[in-house]
């Protein structure tokens, strides 16, 4: 086993700490991409308005600058919305803007962009039979989505959640920037204080490479589950 | 200068003269950082591709590695390994690669060269596997050698296949360059993170060089498209 000068455990919670970043950040990109794509594809034009602009936004800008900008302009707002309710009303709030919850919004909106183009994809993706099909029957809206459409449209989606999956994993680094201590930050730290860079980035470039595999195995097999009912041709 | 724009920048505090430079000085560094290193990687690319093609394990085999390890790692952490590891190699401090790799642009250059070639690798490689057949075997039977086939038939037609691929490639770099503000480089968000301290205004300095990279990126988006035109010029359809 290699030696890592005491800073194993410390790397292990910061291993922890990537990877509930990660999931967070999934499950708010899921959300903001259902409703991205759904916005996308409704016919109010406030609503396609608003959509595409979120998403021509994120594609413009990169994502530390992003962050940065969520971490220190977000304290700032928040100190003054502060202020502003202790002048006015007299109520004592204050809130900590910490680097887990920027890291968690910024990484969340930027893939929420992507995965909207991947989800409107797949609902186009889904015959238009079904859907009307559905109506026939009495289906009420919110039924035809979460029975019909739903279950279709993942087949389509998953590769390309898949795909942003995998980048959102290799995001989460960015995150040590502004002061997370995930794994990157506390090898930054250990690499530093004990002159061994190699020694420490190179376990944790590890890790990542076995999140990236494991979870391409994983979304093979989830891929094969979802297609179980479409006949392949070779 | 026109006088509204000289009133503007009297008017506040921030957006004086020196910031603008600073401005100016972080968008020639990070032009420069991303516009060498996509050259450099395609350059690498194109053989790294043709030989991760090739049916022959010994060839294939390390090419695969490379692009596997580079595009399953955060850059940030190739980076890292790279700006501080360089300089702990047993006597490089005394060879003359010292006198490049002290000043941290270079292992910076070196590490976005690396992962860009790793993804432009598997982007033609999927864009020369995807050549039509038909293609290969035509030019077989007008006898052309494979260096000849090669250049004239399967790298062509992959170029114009992978394109678009390639585009979301340099939007890719030229946004996952401004982690290298992170290695005492003034980029643009280095000098971004540079005017936030000294005024602590977030707002200004960060929307400021969000609105710059949009500009890049809108005019890269506009360049490629340009690009594609004139590649699948022969796919349009006719008109009128």
């Known amino acids: 086993m290699i030696d890592l000068k005491g800073y194993g455990p410390a790397l292990l919670e910061g291993a922890v700490v990537t990877i509930e970043l990660a999931f967070f950040s999934l499950a708010l990109a899921l959300v903001l991409g259902l409703v991205g794509a759904s916005a996308k594809l409704s016919k109010s ?22 962050m940065l900008l969520f971490y220190y302009g977000g304290q700032v707002a928040v100190n003054n919305l502060s202020d502003y309710l202790y002048d006015a ?36 993706a889904v015959e238009s039979g079904q859907i009307e099909a559905a109506r026939a029957y009495g289906f009420s809206q919110w039924r035809t989505f979460h029975r019909i459409i739903l279950p279709q449209m993942l087949r389509h989606a998953l590769p390309g959640i898949g795909n942003n999956w995998q980048v959102l994993l290799k995001t989460t680094a960015l995150v040590s920037i502004i002061g997370l201590t995930d794994m990157v930050r506390v090898a930054e730290e250990a690499a530093k204080a004990e002159r061994m860079p190699f020694h420490f980035f190179i376990p944790v470039a590890f890790v990542y490479l076995s999140l990236t595999a494991g979870s391409e195995l994983f979304i093979k097999w989830l891929n094969k589950r979802a297609n179980v009912g479409v006949v392949q041709g070779s | 200068m026109p006088e509204f724009l000289a009133e503007l920048l009297n008017q506040n505090d921030i957006f004086t003269g020196p910031t603008i430079m600073e401005y100016w000085g972080g968008l020639v560094t990070t032009v420069q950082l991303v516009f060498l290193s996509l050259i450099l990687g395609l350059l690498v690319a194109v053989p790294l591709a043709i ?61 976005f060269t690396l992962n860009t070639a790793a993804y432009t690798t598997e982007i033609i490689r999927g864009a020369i ?56 480089l003034v980029d643009l968000t280095g000098a971004a993170r540079n005017i936030y301290s000294r005024f602590y205004a977030p707002f200004d300095a960060f929307i400021f060089v969000a609105l710059l990279y949009m500009a890049l990126t809108f005019m890269l988006v506009f360049a490629f498209r340009k690009l594609e035109n004139y590649l699948l010029q022969h796919q349009r359809p006719v008109s009128g």
């Open chain 1, 45 to 66: 034009r406030v609503a396609i308005g608003i959509a595409t602009t979120y998403t021509t936004l994120i594609r413009g800008v990169p994502d530390l600058v992003m």
């Open chain 1, 89 to 124: 009303y007299d109520i004592d709030f204050f809130f900590q803007f910490d680097p887990f919850i920027s890291g968690v919004i910024t990484i969340g909106l930027i893939f929420g962009a992507y995965m909207a183009e991947t989800f409107r994809g797949a609902f186009l």
């Open chain 2, 51 to 111: 030989m991760r093609t090739s049916k022959n394990p010994l060839i294939n085999g390390p090419v695969w590695f490379y692009t596997y390890i580079f595009r399953g790692t955060p850059l940030l952490i190739q980076l890292y390994i790279i700006y501080y590891g360089l300089a702990q190699i047993e006597g490089i401090q005394q060879t003359f690669w010292w006198d490049i790799f002290r000043e941290a642009f270079y292992p910076a250059l070196l590490a």
């Open chain 2, 129 to 184: 596997v995807a050549t039509p057949s038909g293609e290969i075997e035509a030019a077989k039977a007008y006898g052309m050698s494979w260096a000849l086939r090669m250049r004239r038939i399967i790298l062509p037609s992959a170029a114009r296949r992978g394109v678009q691929a390639y585009s979301n490639e340099v939007i890719f770099m030229l946004h996952a360059s401004a982690i290298a503000s992170v290695v005492t």
